[in-house]
């Protein structure tokens, strides 16, 4: 008998399946089809069309921030944020390890170096304490030049870039507020968390510039898109500029003033975004009834109090269920189980996969790659603990 065969079979009575259970497909019932075909047939399927703008100010509206510019992906939406605020080739950003690849691949597209500090357990993003100590410790104010100074490197410090993991918020606000005081802009890697609010406020709104993403697998899609999303209407017009190839508005002249990027998300994958985004309330209310399910399961399952946020070094006696942080309301992107230890962990992932439910552990730490081994880290053992420990399971909506 396999040790998880009655996770196994729970989660196949959720999806009511014997076949491969994915771990997050999109989910088409709405007008994708008919915006699709509109989108064909007016032949505008490229940057420009109805649905780019319709999108933005629909994403605008939704999230509650005053501006948003759509573009070809979330990573590429984190490049231009991280430019808009002043990231430049030789600075430094801090952010954090457990993350996907694409925040710490933006920050290297600037040219610049990620600074890794330690996430909190009970929210899986940047920690505030480590964030605080680490600029009261390690950083100084150089007047003469204003700027923010890594004392180790003698690098400047030029933007954060927390990430709300797996659609969870982090503790945003203090992060803001502790960078406010260092005179550090703040880039919130929103990716994940579409529909997660924090304090009534939607992610993604908390820092000077916000990004979101519409990958195939997540919560809405657009197949490929992003969006970059501000109050700050002049770095919006910006934005703007700088994806639609810096180039000068003109009937017909071809000028350019700045290096720009050819990042504009085209009509067609706005037409499904749009139809997507119709949908998202309801994605997200069934999102979070499948959570209560896995979190009634796994309490029950184990027979303790262990399905829940995990706040202190909890070491749960097989797998329990992660929940949403205090103050937050969460999207549920992916679903998360915590395990004993990395040997469970891998124990888990065998048995699940070779038994056709897809599940996959939390990403490899960022400095971990080769490329990152040299960045500046702190101890990172909050990090290090659910490295060993987390799995996402399926969270496809039913």
């Given at each position: 008998?396999?040790?998880?065969?009655?996770?196994?079979?729970?989660?196949?009575?959720?999806?009511?399946?014997?076949?491969?259970?994915?771990?997050?497909?999109?989910?088409?019932?709405?007008?994708?089809?008919?915006?699709?075909?509109?989108?064909?047939?007016?032949?505008?399927?490229?940057?420009?069309?109805?649905?780019?703008?319709?999108?933005?100010?629909?994403?605008?509206?939704?999230?509650?921030?005053?501006?948003?510019?759509?573009?070809?992906?979330?990573?590429?939406?984190?490049?231009?944020?991280?430019?808009?605020?002043?990231?430049?080739?030789?600075?430094?950003?801090?952010?954090?390890?457990?993350?996907?690849?694409?925040?710490?691949?933006?920050?290297?597209?600037?040219?610049?170096?990620?600074?890794?500090?330690?996430?909190?357990?009970?929210?899986?993003?940047?920690?505030?304490?480590?964030?605080?100590?680490?600029?009261?410790?390690?950083?100084?104010?150089?007047?003469?030049?204003?700027?923010?100074?890594?004392?180790?490197?003698?690098?400047q410090i030029t933007a954060c870039v927390p990430m709300h993991t797996f659609g969870h918020a982090c503790r945003i606000d203090e992060i803001v507020d502790i960078c406010n005081e260092y005179n550090i802009p703040?880039?919130?890697?929103?990716?994940?968390?579409?529909?997660?609010?924090?304090?009534?406020?939607?992610?993604?709104?908390?820092?000077?510039?916000?990004?979101?993403?519409?990958?195939?697998?997540?919560?809405?899609?657009?197949?490929?898109?992003?969006?970059?999303?501000?109050?700050?209407?002049?770095?919006?017009?910006?934005?703007?500029?700088?994806?639609?190839?810096?180039?000068?508005?003109?009937?017909?002249?071809?000028?350019?003033?700045?290096?720009?990027?050819?990042?504009?998300?085209?009509?067609?994958?706005?037409?499904?975004?749009?139809?997507?985004?119709?949908?998202?309330?309801?994605?997200?209310?069934?999102?979070?009834?499948?959570?209560?399910?896995?979190?009634?399961?796994?309490?029950?399952?184990?027979?303790?109090?262990?399905?829940?946020?995990?706040?202190?070094?909890?070491?749960?006696?097989?797998?329990?269920?992660?929940?949403?942080?205090?103050?937050?309301?969460?999207?549920?992107?992916?679903?998360?189980?915590?395990?004993?230890?990395?040997?469970?962990?891998?124990?888990?992932?065998?048995?699940?996969?070779?038994?056709?439910?897809?599940?996959?552990?939390?990403?490899?730490?960022?400095?971990?790659?080769?490329?990152?081994?040299?960045?500046?880290?702190?101890?990172?053992?909050?990090?290090?603990?659910?490295?060993?420990?987390?799995?996402?399971?399926?969270?496809?909506?039913?």
């Amino acid at each position: 008998m396999l040790k998880f065969q009655e996770t196994i079979d729970f989660i196949r009575s959720i999806y009511n399946t014997q076949d491969l259970i994915p771990l997050h497909e999109p989910r088409f019932w709405g007008n994708e089809k008919k915006y699709l075909e509109e989108c064909i047939d007016s032949t505008f399927v490229s940057s420009v069309g109805k649905f780019v703008d319709q999108i933005e100010v629909e994403i605008a509206k939704y999230t509650g921030a005053k501006k948003a510019v759509a573009v070809v992906n979330g990573t590429a939406a984190l490049h231009i944020a991280l430019k808009l605020v002043g990231v430049e080739a030789g600075t430094e950003v801090i952010t954090q390890p457990l993350t996907f690849i694409a925040t710490a691949n933006a920050i290297s597209y600037c040219g610049a170096k990620p600074i890794f500090l330690d996430v909190d357990l009970d929210t899986m993003g940047l920690s505030p304490i480590a964030l605080k100590r680490f600029l009261e410790e390690e950083t100084v104010w150089d007047s003469s030049s204003n700027k923010r100074l890594n004392k180790l490197t003698n690098k400047q410090i030029t933007a954060c870039v927390p990430m709300h993991t797996f659609g969870h918020a982090c503790r945003i606000d203090e992060i803001v507020d502790i960078c406010n005081e260092y005179n550090i802009p703040v880039v919130e890697d929103s990716a994940e968390s579409i529909g997660t609010y924090y304090k009534e406020k939607h992610t993604g709104t908390f820092g000077k510039v916000g990004i979101l993403s519409f990958n195939g697998n997540k919560t809405i899609t657009s197949g490929g898109g992003g969006m970059i999303i501000t109050d700050d209407e002049e770095l919006a017009k910006q934005a703007k500029h700088l994806t639609t190839t810096a180039k000068i508005p003109h009937k017909w002249e071809y000028r350019h003033d700045h290096i720009g990027y050819n990042y504009r998300m085209p009509n067609i994958n706005a037409a499904l975004a749009c139809a997507q985004l119709e949908q998202l309330d309801s994605f997200i209310e069934k999102k979070r009834a499948l959570a209560k399910k896995y979190s009634d399961f796994f309490l029950t399952s184990t027979s303790s109090s262990t399905s829940t946020s995990i706040s202190t070094s909890i070491s749960p006696s097989t797998l329990s269920f992660f929940v949403e942080p205090k103050n937050s309301i969460s999207n549920y992107w992916l679903n998360v189980v915590i395990l004993k230890n990395r040997e469970e962990r891998d124990l888990f992932l065998k048995e699940t996969n070779e038994n056709g439910v897809m599940t996959r552990p939390i990403w490899t730490l960022m400095n971990k790659l080769e490329m990152f081994r040299d960045c500046y880290t702190d101890t990172l053992e909050n990090a290090e603990w659910l490295e060993d420990r987390v799995v996402n399971i399926s969270s496809s909506v039913i």
